[in-house]
């Protein structure tokens, strides 16, 4: 592997939600600029107390990974990618006009909408890449908006899952 003397940052980054049909639908956006913030607590201890008085420590319920990730972007690519935001706003409204467009939920039965966003990085200058990867991903919060100059998202929601996908790769 090369040694890199090249800060690697979400500029040198993709981000890809997918869907969860067999022949996954895609939409790819190539940032410009971004940010990526992941809060994982895989098991929440819980403090037992004797009288009052701390004794020990439990394991306590498992939790899901709260996520938050925005950026730039001037390009995507996928379905409705020439027709402007129409694959976004399907992704921020899954319940109306994603079934159309035939985007299926990574859920099971009985749960809400849920999709896979994977985050892929390039190191500067190396074929090496990185992949993160989010699944049954529910968004409580996903903005899209066309600017002049560059469009930007703003992802909030729950991945429920204890901890993602990371996988490398290198053809050097």
């Given at each position: ?106 859920s099971?039965?009985?749960e ?7 985050l ?53």
């Open positions: 592997m090369n040694t890199l003397t090249i800060t690697r940052n979400l500029r040198d980054a993709t981000i890809i939600f997918s869907d969860g049909s067999s022949a996954a639908e895609t939409l790819s956006l190539a940032l410009d600029e971004g940010n990526l913030e992941a809060t994982t607590t895989p098991i929440t201890p819980i403090n037992v107390r004797d009288r009052g008085i701390l004794s020990h420590v439990r394991t306590g319920d498992q939790e899901a990974i709260t996520l938050s990730l925005g950026g730039m972007f001037t390009q995507y690519f996928g379905p409705g990618a020439s027709g402007g935001l129409t694959t976004l706003g399907e992704l921020a409204r899954p319940t109306g006009p994603a079934a159309e467009l035939s985007w299926s939920s990574t099971t039965t009985g809400p909408f849920m999709f896979t966003v994977a892929l990085l390039v190191n500067p200058g190396t074929i090496e890449t990185e992949t993160i990867t989010y699944t049954r991903v529910v968004p409580t919060s996903l903005v899209f908006a066309e600017g002049d100059e560059f469009n930007t998202f703003r992802l909030e929601g729950t991945a429920f899952i204890l901890e993602p996908t990371i996988t490398s790769s290198s053809t050097a």
